[in-house]
Nanobody, 124 residues
Framework: QVQLVESGGGLVQAGGSLRLSCAASARTFSDYTMGWFRQAPGKEREFIAA????????YYADSVKGRFTTSRDNAKNTVYLQMNSLKPEDTAAYYC?????????????????WGQGTQVTVSS
């Protein structure tokens, strides 16, 4: 069982930045691919980014490529999502998730454990 807790969400103006953190309880955190998703009201959960167990490979949705960066610190059991140049359309609840599958996993059903989410609101 893996417990994930996100933090770092909040209200920011367009063009601003936020860094989300996701702390994991797993003793074998480095066994998991970690992913980030978001979900806006009335919309499906959307893949944002994923990072391999070692951190050597990352994947991003086209909508955030060049603006968002994910990284991980296996010694701290934590994964991060640095979000720059935020836009109002980035407003959503953001979730981190853990998968035993490879780092190419980009669909919600490929992830085994989920955090409770943290709200990001970008004002225009």
């Amino acid at each position: 069982q893996v417990q994930l807790v996100e933090s770092g969400g909040g209200l920011v103006q367009a063009g601003g930045s936020l860094r989300l953190s996701c702390a994991a309880s797993a003793r074998t955190f480095s066994d998991y691919t970690m992913g980030w998703f978001r979900q806006a009201p009335g919309k499906e959960r959307e893949f944002i980014a994923a990072i391999s167990w070692s951190g050597s490979r990352t994947y991003y949705a086209d909508s955030v490529k060049g603006r968002f960066t994910t990284s991980r610190d296996n010694a701290k059991n934590t994964v991060y999502l640095q979000m720059n140049s935020l836009k109002p359309e980035d407003t959503a609840a953001y979730y981190c998730a853990a998968s035993v599958r490879g780092s190419g996993a980009n669909r919600p059903w490929e992830y085994d454990y989920w955090g409770q989410g943290t709200q990001v609101t970008v004002s225009s």
